[in-house]
């Protein structure tokens, strides 16, 4: 079964810097996009930031020059760099990947989710 996993999440005070990670398992012919979406208690999912195949990103307006989104297409990974994080950035952060798998038709798929908290 195709599965995304995420880590990198924590506990990080305002400034400071995190890391996220998500990694694409399971046979899997091709990924296109993949995306990292957040989502606030009591607020919808969001999202933060998109990375294509070939490399092209869309960045939220709200995190445009603080968050940084790549891939390692060899690992089947995407990351999210997190620098000087606000306290509104404090929610679950889902990982998204558009794919095509070699034995299964659905195309969408999300992660667990990691949970950011940023606090003083």
């Known amino acids: 079964q195709v599965q995304l996993v995420e880590s990198g999440g924590g506990l990080v005070q305002p400034g400071g810097s995190l890391r996220l990670s998500c990694t694409a398992s399971?046979?899997?012919?091709?990924?296109?996009?993949m995306a990292w979406y957040r989502q606030a208690p009591g607020k919808g999912r969001e999202l933060v930031a998109r990375?294509?195949?070939?490399?092209?990103?869309n960045i939220a307006d709200s995190v445009l020059g603080r968050f940084t989104i790549s891939r390692d297409n060899a690992k089947n990974t995407a990351y999210l760099q997190m620098n000087s994080l606000k306290p509104e950035d404090t929610a679950v952060y889902y990982c998204?990947?558009?794919?095509?798998?070699?034995?299964?038709?659905?195309?969408?798929?999300w992660g667990q989710g990691t949970q950011v908290t940023v606090s003083s």
């Open positions: 998204n990947a558009d794919l095509l798998p070699w034995w299964e038709l659905e195309t969408d798929y």
């Open positions: 399971g046979s899997i012919f091709s990924i296109n996009a």
């Open positions: 990375i294509s195949s070939g490399g092209k990103t």
